[in-house]
């Protein structure tokens, strides 16, 4: 590979880059993995890589981490590990401190063990300490339900403050906000750890709605954990720990002023808020565990002495309390958006988490004494549950006293937090309000920096107080979350979660200042604010978010998600929002990339919420804003009222009944009720919605309503069966019906053709195909006296193809059926028209000697059967056939002989065909002949020839030929004429004998079949048939007619007569030639007419039509011959028991 | 062992294996240099391969798009080239390894007649109807020769490859020097022209020393290749029907063998022209292809069967 050039690659990635040299956005986010994935083979590249990671937002680091970028990660710690390269694995470590992590991501490969033992065995102290405190931050996930689940994605972020300079990422993400805010709140919380925790929170916050379901997950496990704790110590003092760790994460800032403010008023309205908060992860934990069953009423417990235990904890951290809160508030938001939950908890925040979910709400008797419980201890430290459902009614009532407040009042964010602050004084303890006060304004600011991400900005810039007071507001519209919550659990969206970092960032952010600014304002208040707060946060997202934009799609989001955290209180739905998380971040990374900004993406999902709210609010906005909000959420008349109504029953009595009449009852709410009464998923869904787009002033008070509507939507009852279920009837369309059984035309046209083609072949093969393989498949003998072939020697092609034979599979078909229609095509191949050369049809060089003109030269005339044959006695012109006589035949005669007729009838050919002259000779051995009948079958003519050329008579046709065959012809004529009586009268051997006069068949033609009676003996059927036609020609010749050619032997007297007997007839007669004179006239034709007599038709068919042979051959053999035709083939298969004759010269 | 084909071994061959792989009339046979494989090709769109050793059927593969004629075989093992009789008339180069075409051979506007192979090298003649004959090579798409004739073209290499023939308008052959065929025939041999047929193919002997013009009437000649003398004409077998009747060499270039429309095997001693035999095989209808197995005692004849004929005498008298 070549070198790589830091710069050079920088700049090759520059395209995917931000300015701060950080991934730019989550479409990047993919396209950087994969380029890491493959080119970080080189320490330079894996250092840029590294470098640039650290420099990304951590939303993208999280999708970074999320695709494939862990287990890249993990490769470079490996690698660099095993290098021993401590600086690299320092910068590794460092970026994984950034990372945003979950227990799921960390079970992905070994890391964790990794930076263990790195902690023990890290190459320097850097590494050391590194890879100790990003233990202990994971382990803090692990541990912790919250930070496991909801922390997972962020808690890269404080590491980042903490060993980098988290400042800068600060502005643009909301992790970065976080770390700011963190940063500030390190203020007063100057330990990493609390930082980490800080982070955790805020990543909870921003993870919210997608964490929530972590968090629920995480609670559960934490709530297991703090039961074990609790069994191990009843006190909770590790969950505590861990919980008020919780609290620290999300409000180091807010803590100090918190605490401050908590000094100032009274630490147990910031336990009460604390514990609220603390109540609602308990609840939702509890809510698992209730799930889980009785474990679960004992964690209640538990948890409420947690709560107790975090809140007396919490006192000193009461910021935790407040972070709690936010997160809580956070995840009210998200679980407030969701569903009831939020709104339960906001209500009676412990009582609420409780409530929230469905099963929360089964748990929530249970719930409801463990949020009384929690109330107790809230109202123990601030007031009674009652107080804190009074709390959460006092938001609402903050919320609309802050209106009027506000009308009266100016919008300034004191005054706002003042406001507020009395809602919640008058409803609950004036302390509290004061406490709640800041803590709300903590929570709101948190919210608001929850909800938007943005939003610190806008915080930062504008009235922060304001807007986070709108935050809070918005809180109240968490409850509107919560409504939505219902559709949550239907859904698991990721959107939300981003938005709650983007939240709490900011909020940590925000806070900062306008909890420095408004603590004391706001500590009044903090109580009841905690439900306020959620939805002041919300209010005041929604106003920024308003600001922003992407109002609907975010609100429909974040609601579902809620949703899906409430309804999922069981173990498995835990873990199956475990998993949401990571979705979730996800999608909030591309709601990042997407905003030009990390705040703004995050801010885009608060803003989702915010919209409707926005809206409403942006009417108002301008000046009383954030109360007027309020105090139209309160004025959305119905839905608040009914809503505190509501909350106030549920607060009395949590019992489940007493959620579903306060759910009818928020049903029956005009905005609400429709809600109410389709889901509350829907209810949530629709009061954002009615917000949004009713008009300014509406919509505020619609949100409003949701949220109490929430308290009451802890109905979180499923909707009725009939809602849940939609039944659509589907008519059917004819036109959509397809006959599968429907056959194409081309189909219908091969059936048709297979079809028609067997129907021919049966016929064809039924009544014209009598081929039959006439011996057996042998080894193939080589020819001799062969040229060698070229073969080919100069061929490339086969070169050419048998390479390609060597890569390519053969083509295999298995049966008929899979062989295609046509071989795959040939690849296109470019044809060049060029010129082509022409070869001239004339030699160029004009040479004419290189012309042979022979045009005025006839052809040579055809020729006949070779006469030399003939004279030997195989008669080899005829070949064969001779040879057969001689042999065979002789034998033959034997038997022949004996067999009276038969015999007679081959003597007489064979005499002829053997020689003419031997003619006497023969007769008696003639008899052979017939054997040769059926050899001549093939060779008719060949016999003939013995005659004369007779041949040529059955070969050429030509009459002219013949020459030699003249004498025959005359026999023939003779014959012929005659023949015909001959026949008849031809008693056989005279015939035979006459051989010749045997000709007589000429005659035989019209005789034929006359004769083949007349002979009397067998003759009279073979003959019968054969000879009819064929006889006159060929009777005479005998040779000539059997050429079946006969035509041809027509030269002799046959011609004439030929030329009709021509074909097979023409060896009719020979047949004719009785019995006997068959057999001449077999012989003469083939011999095989030998076996004429009876056979003769046999005789006749090989030779001329093969009538004789083919009809006769068999009747001949067994008659006449009795020789053994298959042996004769070549193989019989009776051997020696076959009755036929078996030759031992028959192969000649 | 080898054994001398002498009349009585020609007269002794039977039909031993019969195939009826084909619904329809087989248009063109052709046995590969090494006689071990036989590839046939019919009207009804298959090609299917046999083995001669073991007599059998050993493959079919179809061509129903394009039809197929005047299959021959090339020097590559498994790949065969044939002329089209739908779509077009072009000539394709076929592998039937994978059943996969090749390469094609476009030029030719009106049927391809006359299809023959270099027994050397990898380039092949072709004649067409549109009077045209193309030199061409496997190897590339494009022609790499072309003659207009006046009349129908038929086209055959001699054994080694060095030249080939043209036989135009039933009347002439004309010699060509492959490495020079670019100057026109080295020899024009001028016959008497056949009145009552066309000529349909040219065969050289497999000693180069004759050549055999095969007809669509039922007469075969044959002349002198070296100087085109007349030297035989053999007759005596039925073509009724028009029918371009393959006539064949045996390897020794002793024999010539013809189908018939009477469906049997008409023989012929070259040398002296005498009708040596009549074989008859049973075949059904018109034998219109015949072929000697250029290294074994094998005939093969097909009409809509393909008959596989071995000889039971394999010894002189």
């Not at chain 1, 049809?841 to 006949?864: C, F, I, Q, R």
């Not at chain 1, 005998?1038 to 060896?1067: C, V």
Request: with cysteine.
């Amino acid at each position: 590979m070549p070198r790589i050039v830091p710069l050079q690659l920088l700049k090759c990635l520059r395209v995917l880059l931000d300015n701060n040299g950080g991934i730019l956005s989550a479409l990047e986010v993919k396209r950087i993995a994969g380029l890491m994935q493959k080119y970080s083979k080189k320490l330079v590249s894996k250092c840029v890589y590294v470098q640039i990671l650290k420099s990304t937002k951590t939303e993208l680091l999280g999708d970074f981490m999320a695709s494939n970028g862990w287990t890249l990660v993990y490769n470079w710690l490996n690698d660099s590990i095993r290098a021993m390269n401590w600086p690299l694995v320092q910068e590794i470590l460092e970026l994984l401190l950034l990372s945003p992590v979950d227990v799921n991501r960390l079970k992905i490969n070994s890391a964790p063990i990794l930076v263990k033992a790195l902690c023990k065995d890290g190459g320097n102290e850097g590494v050391r300490i590194l890879a100790k405190r990003l233990v202990e931050q994971w382990l803090k996930i692990v541990t912790e339900n919250t930070s496991g689940a909801p922390a997972a994605a962020v808690p890269a972020i404080p590491p980042q403050i903490g060993v980098t300079a988290a400042t800068v990422t600060d502005p643009a993400t909301g992790g970065t906000v976080d770390s700011a805010s963190s940063s500030d709140s390190t203020d007063s919380a100057g330990t990493p750890v609390t930082m980490n925790y800080t982070i955790a929170s805020a990543q909870n916050s921003n993870n919210h709605n997608s964490i929530t379901i972590k968090w629920k997950s995480v609670e559960h496990l934490d709530t297991d954990d703090m039961n074990n704790v609790d069994d191990d110590g009843s006190t909770q003092p590790s969950e505590a720990g861990v919980k008020s760790s919780k609290s620290p994460e999300t409000s180091a800032s807010l803590q100090n002023l918190k605490k401050s403010s908590l000094d100032d008023s009274c630490s147990a309205e910031v336990k009460s808020g604390e514990e609220v908060d603390n109540k609602k992860h308990k609840s939702a934990r509890d809510k698992s565990k209730r799930s889980e069953k009785d474990r679960e009423k004992d964690r209640k417990s538990s948890s409420s002495h947690r709560s107790s235990s975090s809140s007396h904890k919490s006192s000193s951290s009461s910021s935790s309390k407040s972070s709690s809160k936010s997160s809580s508030s956070s995840s009210s938001h998200r679980s407030s958006s969701s569903s009831d939950k939020h709104r339960d908890k906001d209500k009676s925040r412990s009582s609420s988490g409780s409530s929230s979910s469905k099963d929360k709400e089964r748990s929530s008797s249970s719930s409801s004494s463990s949020s009384n419980k929690h109330k107790s201890k809230s109202s123990s430290s601030s007031s009674s549950s009652s107080s804190s459902s009074s709390s959460s009614s006092s938001s609402k009532d903050r919320n609309r006293d802050k209106e009027k407040d506000k009308s009266s009042s100016t919008a300034t964010k004191q005054e706002k937090d003042n406001k507020l602050m009395p809602p919640p004084a008058p409803t609950l303890s004036p302390a509290h309000s004061p406490a709640t006060g800041t803590v709300e304004k903590k929570e709101k600011a948190e919210s608001e920096t929850q909800k938007p991400r943005s939003i610190p900005i806008m915080s930062r810039k504008a009235s922060i107080s304001i807007e986070i007071r709108r935050d809070t507001d918005k809180a109240a519209t968490v409850k509107t979350y919560q409504s939505k919550f219902r559709s949550h659990g239907l859904t698991e969206e990721a959107p939300p979660p981003p938005s709650r970092k983007g939240l709490k960032k900011p909020t940590s952010i925000v806070p900062t200042p306008s909890a420095l600014l408004s603590s004391t304002v706001k500590r009044p208040s903090p109580p009841p604010r905690d439900s306020p707060t959620e939805k002041k946060p919300k209010i005041d997202m929604s106003n920024v978010t308003g600001h922003v934009e992407r109002p609907g799609a975010a609100k429909l989001i974040a609601p579902k998600k809620i949703c899906t955290l409430v309804e999922t209180n069981l173990f498995s739905d835990a873990l199956a929002a475990s998993i949401e998380p990571k979705k979730v971040v996800k999608r909030k990374r591309t709601q990042s990339a997407n905003s030009p900004t990390d705040k703004d993406a995050p801010l885009a999902p608060l803003k989702f919420y915010q919209d409707t709210l926005d809206e409403s609010k942006g009417d108002e906005k301008s000046d009383d804003s954030t109360k007027e909000n309020d105090e139209c959420r309160s004025s959305s008349p119905n839905g608040s009222v009914d809503a505190d109504d509501d909350d106030i029953p549920l607060k009395r009595v949590k019992e489940d009944i007493e959620q579903k009449v306060q759910k009818e009852k928020a049903g029956g709410e005009s905005v609400d009720a429709v809600e109410a009464g389709s889901d509350g998923a829907e209810d949530v869904p629709e009061e954002p919605k009615k917000p949004g787009p009713g008009c300014g002033p509406d919509g505020p008070p619609g949100v409003l309503m949701l949220h109490r509507r929430k308290g009451p939507k802890k109905k979180l009852t499923w909707q009725p069966e009939d809602k849940l279920t939609q039944i659509r009837f589907f008519e059917v369309d004819l036109s959509e019906r397809v006959n599968v059984t429907k056959q194409t035309f081309t189909e219908m046209k091969n059936l048709e053709r297979y079809s028609e083609r067997d129907a021919l072949n049966i016929s064809r093969r039924g009544f014209d195909d009598s081929m039959q393989p006439q011996m057996e498949w042998r080894p193939l003998i080589e020819v001799d006296n062969v040229p060698d072939h070229p073969n080919g020697n100069l061929s490339k092609q086969r070169q050419v193809q048998a390479e390609r034979e060597a890569t390519t599979l053969r083509a295999l078909y298995f049966s008929t059926d899979m062989i295609p229609d046509s071989a795959a095509e040939a690849e296109l191949e470019p044809h060049f028209a060029h010129d082509i050369p022409v070869i001239p049809m004339d030699d160029l060089t004009g040479n004419h000697d290189a012309v042979n003109d022979y045009s005025d030269l006839t052809w040579p005339e055809p020729k006949g059967y070779a006469p030399s044959g003939i004279g030997g006695v195989g008669g080899n012109s005829g070949g064969p056939d001779i040879s057969y006589n001689d042999g065979g035949m002789n034998n033959m005669m034997g038997p022949g002989h004996g067999g009276p007729p038969n015999m007679m009838t081959n003597n007489p050919f064979q005499p002829f065909a053997n020689n003419f002259m031997p003619n006497g000779v023969n007769l008696p051995p003639n008899q052979q002949m017939p054997m040769q009948g059926p050899v001549p079958g093939p060779v008719p003519g060949p016999i003939n020839a013995p005659i004369w050329q007779n041949q040529m008579g059955p070969v050429g046709m030509d009459i002219n030929n013949m020459g030699g065959m003249p004498p025959q012809n005359y026999m023939g004529n003779q014959f012929g004429s005659p023949g015909g009586p001959p026949y008849a009268s031809g008693p056989p051997q005279p015939f035979n004998q006459g051989f010749n006069p045997m000709m007589m068949n000429g005659p035989g033609p019209g005789l034929g079949p006359g004769l083949g009676p007349g002979l009397g003996p067998g003759l009279g059927p073979g003959i019968g048939p054969g000879p009819g036609p064929g006889m006159l020609p060929n009777g005479p010749m005998m040779h000539n007619s059997p050429n079946g050619p006969m035509g041809p032997n027509g030269p002799m007297m046959n011609n004439s007569p030929n030329g009709p007997m021509g074909p097979g007839p023409g060896l009719g007669p020979m047949p004719n030639g009785g019995g006997p004179r068959n057999n001449n006239n077999n012989r003469n034709k083939n011999n095989g007419g030998g076996g004429n007599w009876r056979s003769g038709g046999n005789n006749f068919q090989e030779n001329s039509g093969g009538n004789w042979r083919t009809a006769g051959s068999g009747s001949n053999r067994g008659g006449n011959t009795g020789i053994c035709k298959q042996f004769m083939r070549g193989h019989c298969k009776m051997g020696k028991s076959c009755k036929y004759v078996h030759p031992q010269n028959k192969r000649m | 062992m080898k054994i001398k084909l002498i009349d009585s071994v020609v007269r002794s061959f039977k039909v031993a294996k019969i195939f009826r792989e084909n619904t329809d009339k087989i248009n063109a046979i052709d046995f590969a240099p090494n006689g071990e494989h036989l590839i046939s090709c019919s009207e009804d769109d298959q090609i299917v391969i046999y083995d001669c050793e073991k007599g059998t059927q050993s493959r079919t593969v179809n061509s129903k798009k394009y039809g197929v004629d005047l299959i021959h075989f090339t020097h590559a093992n498994n790949t065969a080239i044939h002329s089209s009789t739908k779509v077009d008339d072009t000539i394709r180069y076929l592998s039937l390894h994978d059943n996969k075409y090749l390469r094609y051979f476009p030029g030719h506007t009106k049927k391809v007649i006359s299809l023959c192979i270099s027994p050397v090298e990898d380039s092949f003649l072709s004649g067409s109807l549109d009077k045209t004959l193309r030199l061409w090579d496997l190897r590339s798409p494009n022609c790499q020769g072309l003659m207009h004739l006046s009349g129908r073209p038929i086209a055959a290499y001699d054994p080694e490859g060095l030249i080939f023939a043209a036989g135009v308008n039933s009347e002439s052959i004309k010699l060509y020097d492959l490495r020079s065929f670019d100057k026109g025939p080295f020899i024009t041999f001028k016959l008497n022209q056949e009145k009552e047929c066309d000529w349909t193919g040219l065969k050289f002997s497999r000693d180069g020393k004759t050549i055999l013009i095969s007809t669509n009437g039922s007469v075969i000649r044959l002349v002198d290749a070296f100087h085109g003398t007349p030297l035989q004409t053999f007759t005596g077998y039925p073509n009724n029907k028009g029918l371009a009747i393959e006539a064949s060499f045996s390897p020794d270039s002793q024999f010539i063998f013809s189908g018939s429309t009477d469906g049997r095997v008409h023989i012929w001693n070259a040398d002296t022209g005498n009708k040596i035999s009549v074989l008859n095989g049973d075949h059904p209808g018109p034998v219109q292809c015949i072929q000697f197995n250029p290294k074994y005692m094998m005939l093969a004849s097909a009409c809509t069967n393909m008959a596989f004929w071995l000889p039971t005498s394999e010894e002189g008298p």
